[in-house]
């Protein structure tokens, strides 16, 4: 799927393996020479599966404190369209919990649209999750362009948030007009819809599993308003 849809984002941040390491200075400038040999190992076997499917490779290894921030620099200053962050899942929990904790930091840090790489290597099914603001479009064009070049289809759920309610009245109707509109947006792709009230993150999380969906693409980052945050809050805990 990364061959065939990187038309898409011609400029891709690919960080498949991230280490990060907390040491006494001394220490760590004996280790440092280890550290960036396993590094460009690291590198150079993750750029030759790339080469092999025909994807330019540029390679580049930096040693920081904060992986995250170090990532996050990069992908403004180097003009890319999409990070994707990979997981160090199965290796060991200290490892798996801190992975997590950067690809979350670079996920509402960064600006661009960002990936989650996971288990699923093969993707035919994607949730979107909408709730009706013109913030989504550039996700629902996404999806939308990722769905045609691996010929998945796509799910759309709207969770109606009852806490929310309070603040804005909302009916059934209404939210089927928005999984209307979201899914005028996917032109000859089969389109799926689903409706829920309950708790946003919680709903998205279940179907998600129950639907043995391969890929999420949703809204997140900016907090400068209360439907930034919602939309940040949820995507953060899903």
């Given at each position: 799927p990364i061959s065939t849809a990187t038309g898409q984002f011609p400029r891709a941040l690919a960080l498949p393996h991230i280490k990060e390491y907390a040491m006494p200075e001394e220490v760590a400038r004996e280790a440092s020479e280890g550290y960036v040999d396993e590094g460009e190992g690291l590198l150079s076997d993750t750029a030759e599966r790339f080469s092999q499917q025909g994807i330019r490779v540029e390679q580049k290894i930096v040693e920081d404190d904060d992986a995250a921030d170090k990532i996050i620099s990069e992908a403004e200053s180097g003009g890319y369209d999409l990070v994707l962050v990979g997981n160090s899942e199965g290796e060991n929990e200290e490892l798996?919990?801190?992975?997590?904790?950067?690809?979350?930091?670079?996920?509402?840090?960064?600006?661009?649209?960002?990936?989650?790489?996971?288990?699923?290597?093969?993707?035919?099914?994607?949730?979107?999750?909408?709730?009706?603001?013109?913030?989504?479009?550039?996700?629902?064009?996404?999806?939308?362009?990722?769905?045609?070049?691996?010929?998945?289809?796509?799910?759309?759920?709207?969770?109606?948030?009852?806490?929310?309610?309070?603040m804005k009245i909302e009916t059934n109707e209404n939210g089927f007009r928005i999984l209307k509109n979201?899914?005028?947006?996917?032109?000859?792709?089969?389109?799926?819809?689903?409706?829920?009230?309950?708790?946003?993150?919680?709903?998205?999380?279940?179907l998600a599993e129950q639907s043995d969906v391969d890929l999420i693409i949703m809204v997140g980052g900016g907090r400068k308003t209360v439907r930034n945050f919602f939309l940040g809050s949820v995507s953060s805990h899903v």
């Open positions: 798996d919990y801190h992975m997590g904790s950067t690809a979350e930091k670079v996920s509402l840090g960064v600006k661009l649209p960002v990936l989650v790489v996971r288990e699923k290597t093969e993707i035919t099914k994607i949730l979107v999750p909408v709730e009706g603001s013109e913030k989504e479009d550039p996700a629902l064009q996404k999806a939308s362009a990722l769905a045609k070049a691996v010929g998945a289809k796509i799910l759309l759920v709207h969770v109606q948030d009852p806490s929310r309610l309070r979201a899914a005028d947006k996917f032109q000859d792709i089969p389109v799926e819809q689903k409706l829920f009230s309950g708790d946003p993150a919680k709903a998205i999380i279940k």
